[in-house]
C-alpha cells in the first residue's frame, strides 16, 4: 500500500501551533508539514496573523496557512482530540516524563486511528506554559544538547513532521504486509479504543473532580492545586474511554450524594 492510502490516519494528525510570534516561522512551519504530507495546520491565538513573510516562508505551502482554523484558547483547539502531546524544548523542568519523537509519532498514527491527534508546538521566547501543558497526555523532546537545547519552532516542526511520516510509511507497509523500513513500534502499540474519550469528556471529568473533592472535603484547607494536577496527570495518562469517563462521573456523583446525606445527618444529630 502506498503512504498516500494512509491519508485517513494522515488527516487526523494535528500540528497546532499556540502563540507564534513570527509569522515566518507559520510559513516555515506549514512547508516543514507539506513536504511530509501533513496538512492539518491549527493557530492558537497568534501574536500576528499570518502575512506575507508567512507566504513566502511557506514557499507554496500557503494553502495550509489559508485552511488554518484559528482558536483563542489550547483548549478548544484540541476539544474533539483523542491524544495530545506537547512539543517542549525544557526536559527536565516538566512534569511529565517526556517522549521521544519517534515512539511519540508511532503513538500518534496508532492513535489517529480512533480520532484527532493533536501534536502542539508553544511560543518561540518562552514555549508552552504550564496550563497549556496540563491539557496534554504526553510531553515529546526532540533529545538536542542539554546546554542549548531549544530548536527554532519550523525545526522542531519538521523533526516531528518527518517521524510522523515515517510512521505512516510503517503503518502502510505493515497493511500491505510489506516489512517496514523504520522501527515498527507504532505496530507493537496496543491500539487505543475505538471509544477513546475526547479531550472536552476528560475535561468535563476533571471539573466534575473538582466539585466532588471540595464536596468530601479531601483538600482540608490545602491549596487543591498540586492534587488537582496529580490526578489529571493519572487520568490523562490512562487513555480513558467514553465509558471509563462516564463510569467515574457515575462514582463521583455518589461520592456527593453520600456526603450530601452525611452532611444532613450531622445537621440532624445537632438539631436533636
Ligand atoms: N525558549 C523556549 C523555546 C521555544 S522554541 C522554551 O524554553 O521553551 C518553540 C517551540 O519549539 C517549543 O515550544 C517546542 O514546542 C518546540 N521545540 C523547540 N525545541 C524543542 C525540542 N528540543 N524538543 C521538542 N520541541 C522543541
Redesign the pocket.
Known amino acids: 500500500m502506498e503512504a498516500s492510502s494512509q491519508a485517513p490516519l494522515a488527516h487526523h494528525l494535528r500540528i497546532v501551533l499556540?502563540g507564534t510570534q513570527h509569522p515566518g516561522n507559520i510559513g516555515s512551519a506549514a512547508r516543514a508539514m507539506k513536504t511530509m504530507g501533513l496538512r492539518q495546520l491549527v493557530l492558537v491565538a497568534p501574536e500576528k496573523a499570518p502575512d506575507r513573510d508567512a507566504q513566502a516562508m511557506a514557499a507554496g505551502a500557503d494553502d495550509l496557512i489559508a485552511a488554518a482554523p484559528v482558536f483563542a484558547t489550547l483548549a478548544e483547539a484540541v476539544a474533539d482530540c483523542r491524544w495530545v502531546l506537547?512539543?517542549?524544548?525544557?526536559?527536565r523542568r516538566i512534569q511529565l516524563e517526556p517522549m521521544h519523537?519517534r515512539a511519540a509519532a508511532a503513538r500518534a498514527v496508532v492513535a489517529a486511528a480512533s480520532g484527532p491527534v493533536a501534536l502542539?508546538?508553544?511560543?518561540?521566547?518562552?514555549?508552552?506554559d504550564n496550563e497549556e501543558m496540563a491539557l496534554c497526555n504526553g510531553a515529546?523532546?526532540?533529545?538536542?544538547d542539554p546546554d542549548f537545547?531549544?530548536?527554532?519552532?519550523a525545526?522542531?516542526?519538521q523533526?516531528?513532521s518527518y517521524e510522523l511520516r515515517c510512521a505512516l510509511l510503517d503503518a502502510a507497509s505493515h497493511d500491505s504486509g510489506g516489512e517496514a523500513g523504520g522501527s515498527g513500534a507504532a505496530l507493537r502499540t496496543p491500539p487505543p479504543s475505538a471509544d477513546a474519550a475526547t479531550h472536552a469528556q476528560l475535561e468535563g471529568l476533571f471539573e466534575h473532580l473538582a466539585t466532588t473533592l471540595d464536596a468530601i472535603d479531601f483538600h482540608k484547607g490545602r491549596a487543591p492545586d498540586s492534587a488537582m494536577r496529580k490526578l489529571r496527570r493519572l487520568y490523562l495518562r490512562a487513555n480513558l474511554d467514553a465509558a471509563e469517563v462516564r463510569l467515574l462521573h457515575g462514582i463521583l456523583a455518589d461520592s456527593e450524594r453520600m456526603a450530601r446525606l452525611a452532611g444532613d445527618r450531622t445537621m440532624r444529630d445537632e438539631i436533636l
Not at 506537547?86 to 526536559?91: K, N
Open positions: 499556540v506537547g512539543c517542549t524544548a525544557r526536559s519523537p502542539v508546538f508553544g511560543r518561540e521566547r518562552s514555549g508552552l515529546v523532546h526532540i533529545p538536542s537545547s531549544s530548536l527554532n519552532l525545526a522542531a516542526v523533526v516531528l
